[in-house]
């Protein structure tokens, strides 16, 4: 083994997810369809209708100076007015769940599979989901625990600062302080950066889980980071890289429908603008993103030297290619395994 780490680019990994997704086409697009559209769909629509029921909310709760308060049907009525959005966020968390849950498990697998040459079927693929559902949902569910208990550290840290220093009498930190605004944005800072370098840990959580057998809930996490380990600066420009594009769809969404909102002559074709257009871009970008977080893991994983013996056993007496940049890889092109 080289005593020198060998180099691992982007353009690596997103040339590689393109070949498999281009080789199996019909049945990612199948896979986009059943899970990855609605998701996007349901990302895109779910502002616009918590804006609709919010302002249907503010109009019954003005309607209610016009009512008695005796009027036991008006109340009821308004109360459940006032749940909507609760309900609608609660629905809209489930739904958003469920289907990443399954397009990550059945599109990891797939390009896990592709990534060897295998065949790739649909049935298989959907299969995939009974078994890497409730480990995704355990891993899911550990790594939000993580976050919130440092969230919960950060609050805490902040308010006893805070308390102190008024109590000290040193500074006063009133909310219209400066010194309060600066200290605040300060350990958000602080707080968002570990936030990062968390997520750029686990960035390949997800796979794992999917890949390696019994593999759950705090597990994958350290596995993750321990493939990640040498190759962060990859993983950050990775997730810097998709995270972007998904905010630019978003707010680019947010402000065309506000625009379009006061143009009369848009809106015969606006719909398309405002709904199709975006949902089928977050479509393929989180399609693009599975599939190359599948990619670096595989990279991860033959860069630590962990590929080599995996692929002997089971292509025993077989000569196999790996579809590896030999500059950009140099521990694994292939192997040759005989008895």
């Known amino acids: 083994m080289s005593s020198t780490t060998p180099s691992l680019s982007l353009c690596t990994i997103f040339s590689e997810s393109k070949r498999i997704i281009k080789a199996h086409s019909r049945h990612f697009l199948a896979l986009s369809v059943l899970f990855l559209l609605p998701l996007s769909f349901s990302i895109i629509v779910y502002p616009t209708l918590q804006q609709l029921l919010l302002n249907s909310t503010q109009n019954h709760q003005s309607l209610s100076f016009l009512a008695l308060s005796s009027n036991n049907h008006f109340t009821s009525t308004l109360n459940n007015n006032n749940n909507q959005p609760l309900f609608l966020a609660l629905a809209f968390t489930i739904f958003l769940s469920v289907f990443t849950l399954c397009a990550v498990g059945s599109i990891t697998y797939s390009v896990f599979h592709g ?9 298989s693929a959907l299969k995939s989901i009974f078994t890497s559902f409730l480990p995704l949902l355990a891993t899911t569910i550990a790594s939000q625990i993580i976050i919130t208990g440092f969230v919960l550290v950060f609050a805490v840290f902040f308010l006893l600062v805070v308390k102190l220093v008024n109590s000290a009498g040193l500074v006063q930190f009133d909310y219209s302080s400066p010194y309060f605004t600066g200290f605040a944005l300060l350990v958000f800072v602080a707080l968002l ?65 506000m625009y379009l909102s006061n143009s009369d002559w848009l809106k015969n074709w606006g719909f398309v603008l405002q709904i199709v257009f975006p949902s089928t871009l977050l479509t393929l970008l989180f399609l693009q993103y599975m599939a190359a977080n599948t990619v670096l893991y595989m990279y991860c994983k033959a860069i630590h030297g962990e590929l080599a013996m ?29 008895t």
Do not use: C, M
Not at 115 to 123: Q, T
Not at 218 to 231: E, N, Q
Not at 325 to 330: I, L, M, T
């Open 115 to 123: 990534f060897y040459g295998r065949p790739v079927k649909l049935l």
């Open 193 to 257: 950066l570990v936030l990062v370098n968390l997520q750029v840990n686990w960035n390949l959580a997800s796979v794992v889980v999917v890949v390696e057998e019994s593999s759950w809930g705090f597990k994958p996490l350290k596995r993750s980071a321990s493939l990640i380990k040498g190759y962060k600066l990859v993983a950050l420009s990775f997730y810097l890289y998709y995270s972007f594009f998904t905010g630019l769809i978003i707010w680019s969404h947010t402000a065309l429908s």
């Open 310 to 338: 995996e692929i002997a056993d089971e292509f025993a007496k077989e000569y196999v290619s790996l579809p590896f940049d030999d500059g950009k890889v140099p521990h694994l092109v292939s192997v040759s395994y005989a």
